[in-house]
T-cell receptor
Framework: AQSVTQLGSHVSVSEGALVLLRCNYSSSVPPYLFWYVQYPNQGLQLLLKYTTGATLVKGINGFEAEFKKSETSFHLTKPSAHMSDAAEYFCAVSPNTGGFKTIFGAGTRLFVKA | DAGVTQSPTHLIKTRGQQVTLRCSPKSGHDTVSWYQQALGQGPQFIFQYYEEEERQRGNFPDRFSGHQFPNYSSELNVNALLLGDSALYLC????????????FGSGTRLTVV
């Protein structure tokens, strides 16, 4: 069985500060890992993904995430927050064998203060 | 390049009624997944369609059913609506599995009164 835990339902940072959104997963098989962003009244947009290979992955809008197998984590970071980064962020996990269901975390709402 | 298109965007139904939501996947995608997103929560997997068959299903009752057509478009049907079915219903398309991630539509906001 798979599960995703996002630590912190709300995170607030100042504009220009580091953004760190935490995600831990549980999976019985090697997973694919994703981060999605959702703006109000919109669907989800893929930010970045980890499938195989390099554990530090870069995505759109300056975001990156690092897959740490030993910690079962896939935290999302951005060096300098921008006002336009304010949104809901979802971590997701999908099995790379034996299934097709992508499971999403409960989400973390990012607030960016001027 | 058209992304995922969902219709209608908003819908209000009465308890006990039936509803059909529609989804056209991104061009080139052959797999459609449906999710339910309640207010303030993450998307919950309903089911996935591939080659016109339900390939996997989440923990949703049989009141939720679907269909995929030869052109890869899909419908989600919900019978005997309950107040708790009020949510944003998201359609996501992909090519094959989830390896490349999903492309999501903007969703259908269903309100059951």
């Amino acid at each position: 069985a798979q599960s995703v835990t996002q630590l912190g339902s709300h995170v607030s940072v100042s504009e220009g500060a580091l953004v760190l959104l935490r995600c831990n997963y549980s999976s019985s098989v090697p997973p694919y890992l994703f981060w999605y962003v959702q703006y109000p009244n919109q669907g989800l947009q893929l930010l970045l993904k980890y499938t195989t290979g390099a554990t530090l992955v870069k995505g759109i809008n300056g975001f990156e995430a690092e897959f740490k197998k030993s910690e079962t984590s896939f935290h999302l970071t951005k060096p300098s927050a921008h006002m336009s980064d304010a949104a809901e962020y979802f971590c997701a996990v999908s099995p790379n064998t034996g299934g097709f269901k992508t499971i999403f975390g409960a989400g973390t709402r990012l607030f960016v203060k001027a | 390049d058209a992304g995922v298109t969902q219709s209608p965007t908003h819908l209000i139904k009465t308890r006990g009624q039936q509803v059909t939501l529609r989804c056209s996947p991104k061009s080139g995608h052959d797999t459609v997944s449906w999710y339910q997103q309640a207010l303030g929560q993450g998307p919950q997997f309903i089911f996935q369609y591939y080659e016109e068959e339900e390939r996997q299903r989440g923990n949703f009752p049989d009141r939720f059913s679907g269909h995929q057509f030869p052109n890869y478009s899909s419908e989600l049907n919900v019978n005997a609506l309950l107040l708790g079915d009020s949510a944003l219903y998201l359609c996501a398309s992909s090519l094959g599995g989830a390896r490349d991630g999903y492309t999501f539509g903007s969703g259908t906001r269903l309100t059951v009164v």
